[in-house]
């Protein structure tokens, strides 16, 4: 089983209280965390935002209220044209304190449609049919099912905001196209041509922070399982991740075109932060080998702080099977999955460009019996926060 020593559990505990105090004036708090509301019809998530008595919704009011990041990204969260989701979020579950917590609230967002259940009208899984959930540009039973929502204490600079939902999977230099055993390509080279790389989006988000414009880029690829030995969701995350790679690389990255037309990267020098479920663990788990080895060891990205929580190496030790063949560190852990075919794994990632002051990171997970404990079966995920200095 993967050890951890008390020495460090102490250590991790206090990281956990240390997290339940509000940032102050001099630092900046970002998290990202993935709620699991990616719900069965389209239309649900919007009826629990609007009822006002979700029980998971409640949950993560306490966790925000808890936890008060400046800036959090929620992914599985659906997508709803027809709603405003911030301000339900805001109004019928923030604005009312849980558990004792003081209420919180984001007076701006972020939020776009998505490429999960929007269909293509191809046969993109190879099943003879073209109108199946394998079928949209991103596995989804309905357009906008496991979406994303940007919520921030500061301004989002909106006419600044690029996305890149329709960017090509082939448009990607040295794209991993999946192929049979024998060599020939899974898809067809008129679906190979259209096949967009996102399967859900890629944001770039300008944050307006006092003098700093901060740039959260945002996303959610694809697990890498579910597919055949083609391993066409492992290739497709491999290059999802690496997409921000080659986007922030200060080299450039002419070839990036993002839908209103827009070609290049984020430019060298811009101060950014990488948020989301990456759905890769950097050791253990069926991502492609070296996925988020992309991101955790470019130059231009501050990888150093490790998310840590006592909550993820009690849950190892407590829930053995699979977790006592990783070599991944439990305390890093940031996904509760089955115990006898995968394990718990370190999926969900803030990483900030070089140049930005790390303050701290961690998890919330707190172990069994500890402060908030109840709440953190709203998801098979764990909030991740990061803590820069103003």
């Not at 998530?45 to 009011?61: F, H, I, Q, S």
């Not at 101060?271 to 990456?278: E, K, N, R, S």
């Not at 030790?317 to 070599?327: C, K, P, Y």
């Not at 115990?339 to 460009?353: E, I, Q, V």
Request: charged letters at 25%.
């Amino acid at each position: 089983m993967r050890p951890i020593h008390l020495a460090l559990a102490t250590l991790l505990a206090l990281t956990a209280c240390e997290a339940a105090e509000p940032p102050s004036d001099t630092r900046l708090r970002i998290a990202t965390f993935n709620i699991a509301m990616g719900l069965e019809q389209a239309g649900d998530l919007t009826a629990a935002l609007r009822g006002g008595d979700d029980p998971r919704l409640l949950k993560l009011a306490a966790i925000l209220q808890q936890i008060r990041p400046d800036v959090v990204l929620l992914n599985e969260f659906d997508y709803d044209p027809d709603a405003d989701a911030a301000r339900l979020l805001n109004d019928n579950y923030l604005a009312q304190g849980h558990d004792g917590r003081e209420p919180i609230r984001y007076a701006h967002h972020f939020r776009a449609a998505v490429n999960t259940g929007e269909p293509s009208g191809l046969d993109l899984d190879g099943d003879g049919a073209t109108d199946g959930p394998g079928d949209a540009w991103g596995f989804g039973w309905f357009p906008g099912q496991y979406g994303m929502l940007l919520l921030s204490r500061f301004e989002v600079r909106r006419d600044q905001v690029r996305t890149f939902r329709q960017f090509r999977w082939s448009g990607l230099p040295g794209a991993r196209r999946p192929r049979h055993a024998d060599g020939r390509s899974f898809y067809s080279d008129a679906v190979w041509g259209e096949l967009r790389l996102s399967s859900k989006s890629h944001w770039d988000v300008p944050l307006r922070i006092g003098d700093l414009e901060l740039h959260l880029l945002a996303h959610h690829p694809t697990p890498p399982v579910f597919d055949g030995p083609e391993d066409r969701n492992g290739l497709r995350n491999f290059d999802e991740i690496r997409f921000w790679r080659d986007y922030t690389d200060p080299a450039g990255a002419d070839f990036v075109i993002d839908d209103a037309g827009a070609a290049g990267g984020i430019g060298p020098g811009t101060p950014f932060v990488i948020a989301g479920d990456f759905n890769a663990d950097p050791h253990d788990g069926d991502s492609t080998t070296g996925a988020i080895r992309q991101l955790l060891e470019a130059d231009w990205i501050d990888a150093g702080c490790t998310p840590l929580s006592a909550g993820g190496a009690a849950a190892a030790a407590e829930q053995t099977g699979v977790n006592q063949r990783q070599s991944g560190d439990p305390a890093a852990d940031t996904a509760d999955f089955n115990d006898r075919y995968t394990g718990n794994l370190r999926l969900d990632y803030l990483l900030p460009s070089r140049g930005l002051r790390v303050l701290g990171c961690g998890v919330f997970w707190p172990e069994p019996r500890a402060d908030g404990a109840g709440w953190i079966d709203v998801s098979d995920h764990r909030l991740v926060w990061l803590d820069l200095a103003l």
